[in-house]
């Protein structure tokens, strides 16, 4: 791409994805990642797509009395709003480089916000709204922040991490929808310059947000990405979604998680597709299905505990507009495609990735999914399996760990952990980058299927055992509702596997149900895989992006199990 500015090789890439959306080995032989040295998304892409379409709605957040109450603002609007953000931060004294958490809802200002950070290449930390003061201390500490926007009724939250000294730096704090005391108020920026001009051009390999992982199965980790790791590195992800030009993308998630900025910010308007937001408090699946129907909704992508949501509330018509759904988060059951597919006659199509990561892996838009798996290499990914032990690459129908070959590197690859060279050094060694996932490859179709984290996966009897292929045969149960296998301690096979179950409505959680489910277990799978123990609970700790916190269920104490022996 010799002699293209940095719009004009995102544009080549993006639209040759666009022409081939729906032919996988087209896509993947041709695409080639656009790697310009200086790249600014918000200014080279976003505010270019703002003067060639002002017009054109760019996000629509959903009202509380039907679509009339609904706020829609054009790629022009929020051109010139983040442009007054980015003018009104500066004259704080907001510079390059400085990290600032943000701590919003799914409300205009988190968008506005968003594009000012980019503007000014400010380092954003994004925080979910539910995060508790000992997870914000955390992130003040080890992000080394110094602005915190947040929603003025999330400020108190900050009252125990306020101030200075050894273990918090000092921070200004802007709130947004109201007055806090000892904190500036986000509505004075209306007053600012709209037109931002920057000092510079910004460098593509400059850190722009530090993500911290969901710490699943251990301490989260502070995941660092560039100005094209995730901007352009998304293109992947519009690829897999199979959003165009004039979609409408309704996308589940709380910012604060990567996936908000997967198919909440940086997917569809890579796309140039409108982004429909709705609130955490109006996201029960009755509210999500009216969306999907009155907002003419043509791509949807949630997590697999949303889908069963629906499924178990009754998906009813299919949305007329619906051509595009996915999912994302953890593995889905067939049975759920299956049952998108009978009722609405939509694909539902299952992918992956991580927050160190864009998407790596899905069944592609244009045909029905590989039953049961989370597809295949995404253009711009070579995928390896490796023997975790030898380090050698598995044959075709052997586990391994899902790794990316860093040959040609994948544009959506994190800078790093920050503050952790060797934890960085682990991820990308031997040339590849190592996710920590395991998975096998069909010698059939290429498609890939995952089976666990390594840190989940555990030996019982002497054969090692996947938690997800224990939770597929739960989850096809009527009695099940979810599910979720970890390792307790046995006396003869060292570790067996426990089962956590949330009963289905109409399935009380007491012995006559876990007896069905045990013997389920027996007939579909062979003894040294059984779920000899299981618990009923009311629900399972989970991830707002939908991950069980299995390190979480590990430390419960016992409840009140049923077991086999």
Not at 248 to 274: D, R, Y
Request: charged share 25%.
């Amino acid at each position: 791409m010799t002699g293209l500015s940095p719009t004009e090789q995102f544009r080549a890439a993006r639209d040759l994805l666009l022409l081939h959306r729906t032919d996988l080995a087209k896509a993947a032989a041709e695409f080639r990642w656009p790697r310009p040295r200086y790249f600014n998304w918000a200014l080279d892409w976003f505010d270019v797509v703002a003067a060639e379409r002002p017009d054109a709605p760019a996000l629509r957040i959903v009202g509380d009395g039907g679509p009339g109450t609904d706020r829609v603002l054009g790629f022009g609007d929020l051109a010139r709003r983040s442009g007054q953000v980015a003018n009104w931060l500066l004259d704080l004294g907001v510079r390059r480089g400085d990290p600032v958490l943000l701590m919003l809802g799914n409300r205009v200002e988190v968008w506005e916000a968003l594009l000012a950070a980019v503007k000014l290449g400010v380092v954003v930390i994004p925080t979910y709204t539910t995060a508790t003061p000992a997870e914000l201390a955390d992130r003040l500490h080890r992000g080394g922040v110094r602005y915190v926007i947040a929603e003025a009724g999330l400020a108190g939250r900050f009252d125990e991490v306020r101030g200075g000294g050894t273990d918090v730096p000092l921070w200004t704090g802007i709130s947004v929808g109201g007055d806090v005391e000892g904190w500036l108020p986000y509505e004075l920026s209306a007053g600012a310059a709209c037109d931002y001009r920057p000092a510079g051009p910004t460098p593509a390999d400059e850190p722009l947000f530090r993500y911290f992982t969901s710490g699943t199965t251990s301490k989260p980790k502070m995941v660092e990405h560039t100005h094209v790791s995730y901007p352009v590195g998304h293109l992947s992800g519009m690829y897999w979604n199979g959003v165009k030009p004039g979609d409408v993308q309704l996308n589940i998630s709380a910012p604060g998680w990567a996936k908000h900025s997967w198919s909440s910010f940086f997917v569809p308007w890579n796309a140039e597709a409108t982004v429909v937001a709705l609130d955490a408090a109006r996201s029960a699946p009755a509210d999500i299905l009216d969306v999907l129907r009155s907002r003419e909704v043509t791509a949807f992508c949630a997590p697999p505990t949303v889908w069963r949501g629906m499924a178990a509330h009754g998906l009813g018509p299919r949305p007329p507009a619906l051509r595009e759904a996915t999912a994302a988060g953890e593995p889905l059951e067939p049975s759920l495609i299956e049952q998108v597919a009978r009722e609405w006659g939509v694909h539902l199509r299952d992918g992956y990735g991580q927050t160190e990561t864009t998407g790596q892996i899905g069944n592609p838009p244009g045909r029905a999914p590989a039953p049961g798996s989370m597809g295949f290499p995404l253009p711009g990914h070579t995928v390896v399996l490796i023997d975790p032990e030898t380090g050698r690459e598995v044959p075709d129908g052997s586990p391994g760990e899902l790794c990316l070959d860093l040959a040609d590197p994948p544009l959506g690859l994190m800078k790093g952990y920050v503050g952790d060279p060797e934890r960085t050094a682990r991820a990308l060694t031997g040339g590849y980058y190592h996710t920590g996932d395991l998975a096998v490859r069909s010698a059939e179709d290429g498609s890939l299927t995952y089976l666990a984290r390594a840190d989940d996966m555990f030996k019982a009897f002497d054969h090692r055992i996947s938690p997800r292929e224990l939770e597929d045969v739960l989850l096809r149960d009527a009695a099940v509702a979810d599910a979720a296998v970890v390792p307790v301690p046995d006396p003869v096979g060292l570790w067996a596997p426990k089962a956590y179950v949330v009963p289905a409505a109409g399935h009380p959680g007491g012995e006559a149900t876990a007896r069905r489910i045990l013997d389920r277990v027996r007939v579909e799978l062979p003894p040294e895989k059984w779920v000899r123990v299981v618990e009923f609970v009311a629900s399972l700790p989970r991830t707002t992006s939908g991950k069980v916190r299995r390190a979480e269920l590990r430390e419960r104490v016992a409840g009140h199990e049923h077991r086999v022996e």
